[in-house]
């Protein structure tokens, strides 16, 4: 399992939050944002898509075009800096304060050795959790490239869903202990809920 990456999607408009920075806000005392970097320190690389603020040395960091253009163009710009020999990228939302190495780790071996596109979460309620998880970089080209001749050239205002249409996903229950690893932070109340996790 080599050339790994990590990209996440800051982008968000938090409108839940009165348009608030979301990754910045801390949880456990660090910005969610950082704790997702932590949860992919052992990345070849790793960029951030979006607003970020300040990012530990090496990370990238770089905007969608346009700027607001959702998570599916936000996804294309962070695949155009990935280096040649990436083989997988985990494709994260930047509000998932909870998430550990070991449960990317877990969706790696997950893909490793299986034909999936994609390995993601699938919460108690077999939703896919699908900005937690982990694609061949090749399919998740051919899913951008066929999304984009579909919508007339461009992913702008794109949604997931659509990108996933056609890919073979690997869904994966959480098994560790813990809470789990998709939880994200759209409400003052998910902060909370998450900082009691923490503690």
Known sequence: MTGFAAVLLSGGAARRMH????????VGGRPMLHRVLD??????????????GPVPEGVRVTREE??????VAATAAGLALLGPGTATVALLAADLPLLT???????????DGSPAGLACY???????????????VPALRVALDRLAAERGGTVDGAS???????????EVAWGGSGPPPWFDCDTDEDVRRAEEWTR
Do not use: F, S, Y
Request: glycine letters at 16%.
């Open 19 to 26: 348009g608030l920075d979301k990754p910045a806000r801390p």
């Open 39 to 52: 949860a992919v320190a052992g990345a070849d690389q790793r960029i951030v898509v979006g607003p970020a």
């Open 66 to 71: 346009p700027p607001g253009g959702g998570p």
């Open 101 to 111: 190495a070991a449960a990317v780790d877990e969706l790696r071996r997950a893909l």
């Open 122 to 136: 699938v919460d108690g309620d077999g939703r896919r959790q699908q900005l937690c998880g982990v694609w061949r």
């Open 160 to 170: 997931v869903r659509g990108l996933l249409a056609g890919v073979v996903v690997r």
